[in-house]
T-cell receptor, first 115, second 112 residues
Framework: DADVTQTPRNRITKTGKRIMLECSQT?????MYWYRQDPGLGLQLIYY???????NKGEISDGYSVSRQAQAKFSLSLESAIPNQTALYFC??????????????FGPGTRLTVL | LAKTTQPISMDSYEGQEVNITCSHN???????ITWYQQFPSQGPRFIIQ???TKVTNEVASLFIPADRKSSTLSLPRVSLSDTAVYYC?????????????FGPGTRLSVLP
């Protein structure tokens, strides 16, 4: 969905480096999510935010942190990247107040490789 | 949150109808059933959502029996482009303190 953008789209980094992945949305949604997907597997929720003042840990938050700078922006940081964090990362948005189905709209993904 | 169980993978041929069943034995009264589709290297996208009986849209149908402990996503006359992973999620979209959870999904392969 072009209303949800992620930068960078691809990133190669080295073990121990700090990395930030950014997500922006123009849908006006309150909720934003960060997911991780390993090859051949489903999505795992890292963090989610129901509004600017609300941040919640997901299933696999260890090694990650987030910042909700504004309604439209939600950043994911890897403080000290390690090889098993190599994965495809997706940002998503939703808003049950605007859409009763609470559909999540996903960005194009960021492919992160940690050497 | 209700746990869901669905087959890991399925194969089909072009032109056939495909039915993917999802089990959710502990579904709550206010929970809805939602299905997403994911193509390789893309984010999932919403297909259909229902609460009970049958829901149909231009892409698929969703059948939910009276006890709501399972649901079946039906894709009519699949084509090669329907090869994707399909996720079944259960949750209450009206519960502002809850979010839907993605499981491993069902990998559908459509063969020529």
């Amino acid at each position: 969905d072009a209303d949800v953008t992620q930068t960078p789209r691809n990133r190669i980094t080295k073990t121990g480096k700090r990395i930030m992945l950014e997500c922006s949305q123009t849908k006006g949604h309150d909720r934003m999510y960060w997911y991780r997907q390993d090859p051949g597997l489903g999505l795992q929720l890292i963090y989610y935010s129901f509004d600017v003042k609300d941040i919640n840990k997901g299933e696999i938050s260890d090694g990650y942190s987030v910042s909700r700078q504004a309604q439209a922006k939600f950043s994911l940081s890897l403080e000290s990247a390690i090889p098993n964090q190599t994965a495809l990362y997706f940002c998503a948005t939703s808003d049950p107040g605007l859409d009763s189905t609470d559909t999540q709209y996903f960005g194009p993904g960021t492919r992160l490789t940690v050497l | 949150l209700a746990k869901t169980t669905q087959p890991i993978s399925m194969d089909s041929y072009e032109g056939q109808e495909v039915n993917i069943t999802c089990s959710h034995n502990n579904i709550a009264t206010n929970d809805y059933i939602t299905w997403y589709q994911q193509f390789p290297s893309q984010g999932p996208r919403f297909i259909i959502q229902g609460y009970k009986t049958k829901v149909t849209n231009e892409v698929a149908s969703l059948f939910i029996p009276a006890d709501r402990k399972s649901s079946t996503l039906s894709l009519p006359r699949v084509s090669l482009s329907d090869t994707a992973v399909y996720y079944c999620l259960v949750g209450d979209p009206g519960n502002y303190g809850q979010n839907f959870v993605f499981g491993p999904g069902t990998r559908l392969s459509v063969l020529p």
